[in-house]
């Protein structure tokens, strides 16, 4: 078995303080940061379903805080309900409180293939179903149910120190990836399809090498909208020339056979010309339904493309273009020329055939119509190239954040029409920083807006005023804070400092309402004890006490992987590398919570290195006959010197000797 307790850097003695050598504790050089007990819990085994058995082991341990929950949803459907209430009653009994980890699910609605509206639906409906079983965990109470912001879909792939060349502050405001992202990922709104969006640089014809385009990811998101637009334009474009084209046709086809009805009005055709005349009418009427067809066409791309205008658009870019005088005028002109060049077609359409209708009326009536058309082609390109750009494709993590903040306030609302303010407490967890709301601004950002959003279904489908509602989504919707997930920040070369940058910004949001405690070297998600990596746990957890301390978040101490490979439990060591105070926490004259003070308070930083004296004594001093036979204290066992019995050499069931 080895031996860890070196890992943290301790005293001999319980008595004797002393600065902390190692890294992790440069916040407070004098150990002034501790981590009492009553905060801290520790995970059942997350690969079965009988939670009831894991919760009794981990209560074995001590602990006062357990969390619970496979991580595979078919595994927690196998969970009998019953054994959620007998959960609860056991940690009653023993003074615990639990806390659920649920099933690793996409929220947002991603999958293999790209988004759905359908699988988004479907895990809203089964994030309903576990918060209302997580409930029974704990009836009276808001039990913690924790949730990934993701399953694993990428937002970018970042690169530290990679910058643009000469990028002003305003510009880098502008940016809809961040700057040090060599990769985004932008997703098709309409499909749900994903595409990455590589940085490039790329040299210019005839230019010195030293003047490049720079081809930042919002770069490409910019131009594969645009060019996504300009397609669609170009499409409706083609069938209006396509429509103009056809009229041209039709009408040098009418002036070839302008004699020849004329023939067959007074009855002077020949069988050749009969069939000629056939074939003039059958090539109009083909082509009046071509025309017809690609009427029918521009106008559906059309309504395609004011469709995309409405719900794809800048709101700011959208607002500007209808407050332009020009388009004031613009769709009106628009409607009326397509409906005068429908009431020109049934026009000419009607007095086609009638022979009574003189020549010089059908053209006039044929020119009206090519006239109208070119009319309402022009209203249809002017209004083309006026319309904003709508953003089809938008980066995926701003994009999730709308999706995932939907699925949560809509099934916290579900849960508080059940449970009122007793429903279960819903705390995201980032994942890893690379994947969509996996840093602290993406975490921060889905919290608020799923709280605003939760707000208004409370304000208008509950009339609660917005101050209670504001009280009321800050105390079901929170976040979950990961100190090893967010040090994968390290594989992309980030810093320390960087790790502890985001961790301040979180614990500055005020939104933290559980913790998970584990340890990584930045490439891996490990699971190892604090300590034992460079995830600076202890700076992280003292960051969220300075800007967000908050007495009912718990801490839990995901050690997984130790335990798998080691066969330990992680927990004395989290004691030890936590600072963790022997003795609860205090209370002043005036009834408020005493500070930790290094100097008075014992840790168990250092204690597993004790070892009491014991010595054998001298020899055999105490009669065995006196205290066995006059006061049957027994002393079983006890060494003999000390007064314990020698057993005897018979054995037990006929007494006769074992020699």
Do not use: C
Not at 187 to 192: A, P
Not at 325 to 349: G, M, N, R, S, V
Not at 545 to 568: I, P, S, T, Y
């Amino acid at each position: 078995m080895g031996y860890y307790h070196n890992f943290t850097y301790g005293s001999s003695s319980p008595f004797e303080l002393k600065e902390s050598p190692i890294g992790y504790n440069e916040l407070n050089p004098n150990d002034n940061f501790a981590f009492y007990g009553k905060h801290m819990a520790i995970p059942g085994g997350v690969q079965t379903a009988n939670q009831l058995q894991e919760l009794s082991n981990s209560l074995n341990q001590g602990v006062v805080n357990v969390e619970l929950g496979p991580l595979q949803p078919d595994i927690l459907e196998q969970i009998p309900k019953q054994h959620f209430g007998e959960a609860y009653r056991l940690a009653k009994l023993s003074g615990a409180k639990i806390s659920m980890h649920g099933p690793i699910m996409d929220l947002g609605g991603f999958g293999q293939q790209g988004y759905s509206d359908a699988q988004r639906e479907y895990a809203e409906n089964q994030f309903k179903s576990i918060l209302e079983r997580a409930h029974d965990f704990d009836p009276t109470g808001n039990v913690p149910v924790v949730f990934h912001t993701t399953a694993g879909t990428p937002a970018f792939e970042l690169r530290k120190g990679h910058t643009i060349p000469g990028l002003t502050e305003e510009q880098r405001k502008q940016l809809k990836f961040p700057e040090d992202a060599y990769t985004g990922v932008a997703i098709n709104q309409i499909t749900g399809q994903i595409a990455p969006l590589q940085y490039e640089e790329r040299y210019k014809f005839g230019a010195d090498k030293e003047h490049k385009d720079i081809f930042h990811p919002t770069v490409r998101l910019e131009n594969l909208n645009e060019s996504e637009w300009d397609n669609e334009q170009l499409r409706v474009q083609t069938y209006l020339e396509d429509m103009r084209r056809i009229q041209e046709r039709m009408q040098g086809i009418a002036q070839q056979a302008e004699h020849l009805e004329y023939g067959k009005h007074h009855g002077v055709l020949n069988d050749e010309e009969q069939r000629r005349l056939v074939s003039y009418r059958r090539d109009l009427d083909v082509l009046q339904g071509h025309i017809k067809n690609l009427s029918q066409l521009s106008r559906s791309q059309l309504g395609d493309m004011w469709t995309k205008v409405e719900k794809y658009a800048d709101a700011d870019a959208k607002k500007k273009f209808f407050e332009e005088e020009h388009t004031k005028k613009l769709f009106p002109d628009a409607k009326e020329k397509w409906e005068q060049l429908q009431k020109a077609i049934k026009t000419y359409e009607a007095v086609e055939d009638n022979q009574r209708i003189t020549k010089e009326r059908k053209e006039e009536l044929a020119k009206d119509i090519g006239l109208r058309s070119e009319e309402y082609n022009k209203q249809v390109i002017t209004a083309m190239a006026h319309m904003p750009t709508p953003q089809v494709y938008r980066p995926v993590n701003d994009f999730a954040k709308e999706k995932v903040s939907d699925t949560v306030a809509s099934a916290v609302f579900y849960a508080y029409n059940q449970f009122k303010e007793n429903a279960p407490l819903v705390a995201l967890e980032n994942y890893y920083p690379d994947l969509v709301l996996g840093n602290a601004e993406g975490l921060r950002d889905v919290v608020l807006e799923s709280r605003k959003k939760f707000e208004n279904k409370l304000i208008k489908d509950r009339g609660i005023s917005e101050k209670e509602a504001q009280r009321i989504s800050a105390k079901l919707i929170g976040a979950t804070w990961d100190t090893g997930h967010i040090n994968t920040l390290r594989k992309s070369g980030y810093s320390h400092e960087d790790v502890l940058k985001e961790a301040e910004t979180i614990a500055k949001s005020g939104v933290v309402k559980h913790v998970h405690i584990n340890d990584t070297f930045g490439f891996t998600d490990s699971h190892l004890p604090p300590g034992m990596g460079n995830a600076g746990v202890n700076e992280q957890l003292a960051l969220l006490e300075k800007w967000d301390k908050n007495e009912l978040r718990r801490a839990v101490v995901e050690a997984g992987a130790f335990v798998a490979q080691f066969k330990q439990s992680p927990h004395l060591f989290g004691l030890e590398s936590l600072n963790t105070p022997i003795y609860q926490q205090l209370f002043d004259v005036k009834g408020a919570l005493m500070p930790f003070n290094p100097g008075v308070d014992l840790t168990w930083r250092g204690s597993t290195d004790i070892y009491d004296n014991y010595g054998s004594g001298f020899g055999n001093i105490l009669p065995e006959l006196h205290f066995r036979d006059f006061y049957g204290g027994g002393f079983a066992n006890l060494p003999n010197e000390l007064g314990g019995q020698i057993g005897g050499d018979k054995s037990r069931f006929a007494g006769t000797p074992n020699q």
